[in-house]
C-alpha cells in the first residue's frame, strides 16, 4: 500500500484515522475488504502499533470499520441507509487524547504525585486509599468492573498533595475515560483479569505510601501504568482469551 503517508507525532491516531478514512471514501479500501493487519499498517505509518490501534477503533466508533476480534478489521458500507446508521454514532472529538498516549501522561504525573503523597499523605489520605482500594477488590469479586474505585483511588493519592492544578490535572485524566473511544478501547482489552492484576499493583502503591518510601511509590506507579499500557497492547486475539477462557 504505497499510497500511505508517514505521519507526524501530533495526535496520531486522528492523522492515521484521517488517512484510512480518505482511502475508504475515495474507493481505495473497497466496503467489506479487509485492513491490512496492524503491523503492517504500522509500518508502512512509520508509527507504533498502539497508535494505529486506536485510529482503528476511533473509526469503528464512528461507524467507518467493524473489527471482528480473530479475523480483522473491515470497512463498512455508508452509502444509503447505511449512512444514517453511521451519522447516528458517537463522533470522535477533534482534542480527544489517544487512550494509549493518556497512559504514557498518567506516568509521568501520577509517579510524581505518587512520590508526593508518600511523603506528605495524612491518616485520612491514606484511609481514603483503602476504602477505594476495598471496594475495587468487592466490585471485581463481583463482577464489576471497579471504576468508581479505581478513580477514588488515584483521586486520594493527588489529594495527598494539596495542589488544586494536581488535583484538577488528575480529575481531567479520569474525565477522558468517559470518551467513547477509550470506552471502546477499554471494552475490547479490559477484563475481570486484568482487573485482578490491576489490584495488586494498587496495593503496592498503596503499601509505598503507606511506608513513606517516595521512591517506591514512583516506582510502583510507574509499573502500574507501564502494565496498564501492555494490557491495552496485548493483541486482540489475546484480548479475547482473556474475555472468554476455554
Same mark, same amino acid.
Given at each position: %500500500?504505497?499510497?500511505?503517508?508517514? /505521519?507526524?507525532?501530533?495526535?496520531?491516531?486522528?492523522?492515521?484515522?484521517?488517512?484510512?478514512?480518505?482511502?475508504?471514501?475515495? +474507493?481505495?479500501?473497497? =466496503?467489506?475488504?479487509?485492513?491490512?493487519?496492524?503491523?503492517?499498517?504500522?509500518?508502512?505509518?512509520?508509527?507504533?502499533?498502539?497508535? #494505529?490501534?486506536?485510529?482503528?477503533?476511533?473509526?469503528? =466508533?464512528? +461507524?467507518?470499520?467493524? /473489527?471482528?476480534?480473530?479475523?480483522?478489521?473491515?470497512?463498512?458500507?455508508?452509502?444509503?441507509?447505511?449512512?444514517?446508521? @453511521?451519522?447516528?454514532?458517537?463522533?470522535?472529538?477533534?482534542?480527544?487524547?489517544?487512550?494509549?498516549?493518556?497512559?504514557?501522561?498518567?506516568? =509521568?504525573?501520577? +509517579?510524581?504525585?505518587?512520590?508526593?503523597?508518600?511523603?506528605?499523605?495524612?491518616?485520612?489520605?491514606?484511609?481514603? %486509599?483503602?476504602?477505594?482500594? @476495598?471496594? %475495587?477488590?468487592?466490585?471485581?469479586?463481583?463482577?464489576?468492573?471497579?471504576?468508581?474505585?479505581?478513580?477514588?483511588?488515584?483521586?486520594?493519592?493527588?489529594?495527598?498533595? +494539596?495542589?488544586? =492544578?494536581?488535583?484538577?490535572?488528575?480529575?481531567?485524566?479520569?474525565?477522558?475515560?468517559?470518551?467513547?473511544?477509550?470506552?471502546?478501547?477499554?471494552?475490547?482489552?479490559?477484563?475481570?483479569?486484568?482487573?485482578?492484576?490491576?489490584?495488586?499493583?494498587?496495593?503496592?502503591?498503596?503499601?509505598?505510601?503507606?511506608?513513606?518510601?517516595?521512591?517506591?511509590?514512583?516506582?510502583?506507579?510507574?509499573?502500574?501504568?507501564?502494565?496498564?499500557?501492555?494490557?491495552?497492547?496485548?493483541?486482540?486475539?489475546?484480548?479475547?482469551?482473556?474475555?472468554?477462557? #476455554?
Amino acid at each position: %500500500m504505497s499510497f500511505l503517508q508517514v /505521519v507526524e507525532p501530533q495526535r496520531l491516531y486522528r492523522q492515521i484515522a484521517g488517512q484510512l478514512r480518505a482511502l475508504i471514501s475515495q +474507493g481505495e479500501l473497497a =466496503v467489506g475488504s479487509r485492513l491490512p493487519a496492524e503491523r503492517d499498517l504500522a509500518k508502512q505509518l512509520g508509527v507504533s502499533r498502539p497508535s #494505529v490501534r486506536e485510529a482503528l477503533i476511533a473509526l469503528e =466508533v464512528e +461507524g467507518w470499520v467493524e /473489527v471482528r476480534t480473530g479475523s480483522g478489521v473491515y470497512v463498512l458500507d455508508r452509502s444509503s441507509q447505511a449512512s444514517h446508521a @453511521a451519522a447516528r454514532r458517537p463522533q470522535i472529538a477533534a482534542d480527544e487524547w489517544g487512550p494509549l498516549e493518556l497512559i504514557r501522561a498518567r506516568r =509521568v504525573v501520577e +509517579g510524581e504525585t505518587a512520590a508526593i503523597a508518600a511523603t506528605e499523605a495524612k491518616r485520612q489520605h491514606i484511609a481514603a %486509599m483503602g476504602r477505594a482500594l @476495598a471496594a %475495587m477488590q468487592g466490585d471485581t469479586g463481583q463482577g464489576i468492573m471497579p471504576l468508581e474505585g479505581d478513580r477514588d483511588f488515584h483521586s486520594a493519592i493527588v489529594e495527598a498533595c +494539596g495542589n488544586v =492544578v494536581l488535583i484538577e490535572t488528575v480529575q481531567r485524566f479520569w474525565d477522558s475515560r468517559r470518551s467513547p473511544l477509550f470506552e471502546r478501547l477499554t471494552g475490547y482489552f479490559e477484563t475481570a483479569h486484568s482487573w485482578r492484576a490491576a489490584i495488586t499493583e494498587h496495593e503496592a502503591i498503596l503499601q509505598a505510601i503507606r511506608s513513606h518510601d517516595p521512591a517506591a511509590a514512583r516506582l510502583a506507579m510507574h509499573q502500574h501504568m507501564d502494565n496498564s499500557h501492555t494490557r491495552f497492547s496485548v493483541s486482540w486475539r489475546q484480548a479475547q482469551k482473556l474475555k472468554d477462557p #476455554v
